[in-house]
């Protein structure tokens, strides 16, 4: 492909009609592949002793903070691991790695100053996957900030190609204007957003109203705990240095925890109830979280916002870019107990390549100190009737591209349509829509859509093989077949087999990031404003005060182009993406 972009080759076998087939890389989608070293080097197993460092809880801003002080994003060191030297990393608001944890109040009107002054990329640059733009990353990177759950206009969203190099700034500006939750800020540069987050740039961006919180842990019983994987290796100078795939690998899977980035940690908790905020900030991995038998936990909210009623838990299943608000009762455990949060098999219906297990995650050692003994609220967000019928449905796809020649993926694709596409989704403002996501590939999909809030509804098995012949005339994908099928594409119902089923329980709330499973149809319900029924938990402009001027090409509800996509980042980079636009 010497010369050639991706993009550029798909678009060639698009206007050729011909067979022709992308080199296949080292493994393939749907098959694993071992996390290859920097440049020409091998990584090394490390035998970390685990629990040996305390668990970092990120320093804590406002959103007066924020707007104040801006977010730099500049190259440092970090220390993973008690018994690791530093490696090279990056960090947001002089952190060596992720960044500060925004409080912001709802409601508050923010801008701020995001910077870049991010030095050479620590990590190997595959520069083929999305055309000219990439050539100068190795030496100059581009990010672009979004705040993942926000409900930003188009000017401040973190489009993939609104992006900006070492030296320049852009002002951003968050109008807060959705209920409490936990967001997070990561960047979104196109073809390169899988490096930029393993490098560090990633932190969380917590929504609070004093009101809706009231009665639930906070202060010293409220942590953000960011879950990541990732593997160490050596680099060229012999030096220790974070890994990942270079060129260009289907997924990644680390060797080693990584939680609020350091390696296993510990963390001391008193005999009382904890708010955790779980994030899966990790590339590729889904986790099956677990607590040890005799722990009482609760779901208190999902991606965006509180449930109507705390949830008992046994289990949790997070897709990367999910979240889950949850409290852990310690209150009838001993001083010197220690707990750990376990990750095990995922579930049958959840398929993913996986190939290194990561069976423990953090350890809790309780004190005999006594800490939040209060019992949690009976109802923590008020119900929501949900529009049923006369709602719109909208079908998309999840497709495989596969080489002719060995029968692999050599790449994913939303609606079977390359990034540069005129063939997109346009919503109208202020209405819902239901999206049936239909999924022909091999693997579970985390699809995020950006702007926006909704609720998922039911997932259905049908007979993927038989939809994918009758859409495309062929039961296998080519790049010679990317761009075909007729849109709006055939409604998936004649093609069901088996029940409705309802979410998973840790899903029944409001969620930017849903689980698209194969062989399965996922309906959402999504709002595209806050007009669209009673009770859109964003876009309240009434409950907003601006700041004098505004860097958003419009107010309240937004318009505009944004994008949705696969949250495995490895396959966001490589053309797993498409824009949207809501339109009036």
Request: glycine share 10%; with cysteine.
């Amino acid at each position: 492909m010497t010369g050639l972009t991706r993009t550029d080759f798909v678009k060639a076998s698009i206007a050729a009609g011909a067979g022709l087939a992308l080199p296949l890389r080292t493994g393939a989608l749907g098959a694993g592949t071992a996390a290859a070293a920097v440049g020409a080097t091998t990584p090394v197993t490390l035998g970390l002793e685990p629990f040996a460092d305390a668990l970092p809880v990120p320093p804590i801003w406002s959103g007066d903070e924020l707007a104040l002080r801006g977010l730099e994003m500049a190259e440092s060191t970090h220390r993973f691991h008690r018994d690791l030297d530093p490696v090279p990393t990056w960090g947001y608001g002089g952190a060596s790695y992720l960044g500060p944890t925004i409080h912001a109040t709802v409601g508050e009107d923010v801008r701020f100053l995001a910077r870049n002054r991010l030095g050479p990329h620590p990590l190997g640059v595959d520069t083929e996957l999305h055309g000219p733009d990439m050539a100068n990353d190795a030496e100059a990177p581009r990010v672009s900030l979004h705040l993942h759950g926000g409900y930003t206009c188009p000017h401040s969203d973190g489009y993939p190609e609104d992006t900006f190099t070492p030296g320049q700034d852009k002002m951003y500006h968050y109008f807060n204007a959705q209920q409490a939750g936990t967001t997070w800020y990561h960047d979104h540069a196109l073809g390169i957003t899988r490096l930029n987050v393993y490098a560090g740039l990633a932190g969380f961006y917590l929504m609070r109203d004093a009101a809706a919180e009231a009665g639930l842990p906070g202060g010293a019983f409220e942590i953000p705990i960011a879950i990541q994987d990732k593997t160490f290796g050596l680099a060229g100078d012999g030096s220790l240095a974070l890994h990942y795939p270079n060129p260009w690998e289907p997924e990644f899977f680390g060797d080693t925890a990584v939680v609020n980035g350091k390696a296993w940690p510990y963390l001391e908790v008193a005999r009382g109830l904890y708010r955790f905020r779980l994030l899966n900030g990790s590339s590729s991995r889904i986790y099956n979280l677990f607590l040890e038998p005799g722990i009482p936990w609760f779901l208190i909210g999902t991606d965006t916002g509180f449930v109507e009623r705390p949830v008992p838990l046994r289990n949790v299943v997070l897709a990367p870019g999910e979240r889950a608000d949850v409290v852990v009762d310690f209150r009838s455990r001993r001083a010197g107990d220690r707990v750990r949060l376990l990750n095990k098999p995922l579930p049958p219906h959840v398929v993913s390549p996986e190939e290194v297990a990561i069976p423990e995650l953090v350890e809790f050692r309780v004190t005999g100190a006594t800490g939040f003994r209060r019992g949690l609220p009976g109802r923590l967000a008020a119900p929501v009737k949900l529009p049923d019928r006369g709602v719109p449905e909208r079908t998309v796809l999840l497709v495989e591209i596969m080489d002719p020649e060995t029968d692999e993926p050599v790449m994913a694709l939303l609606n079977n349509r390359p990034w540069e596409t005129d063939e997109i989704e346009r919503p109208v403002v202020d209405t819902a829509e239901k999206w049936n996501i239909v999924n022909l590939t091999a693997d579970t999909h985390p699809i995020h859509l950006h702007l926006v809030q909704f609720r998922a509804l039911w997932r259905r098995g049908f007979d993927a093989e038989r939809y994918l012949t009758d859409v495309f005339g062929t039961d296998m994908l080519t790049p010679a077949d990317v761009g075909t099928g007729t849109r709006p594409f055939a409604d998936p119902a004649p093609y069901f087999a088996g029940p409705a089923r309802k979410p998973e329980r840790w899903e029944d709330g409001w969620k930017d990031t849903i689980q698209a499973h194969p062989g399965t149809v996922t309906q959402i319900l999504v709002p595209f404003g806050p007009g669209a029924f009673p009770g859109v938990p964003f876009g309240f402009e009434g409950r907003v005060t601006p700041m004098p001027g505004h860097d958003c090409d419009h107010r309240i509800p937004f318009t505009g182009e944004y994008v949705w996509h696969c949250h495995i980042l490895d396959h966001e980079d490589n053309e797993m993406m498409l824009p949207y636009e809501v339109v009036r």
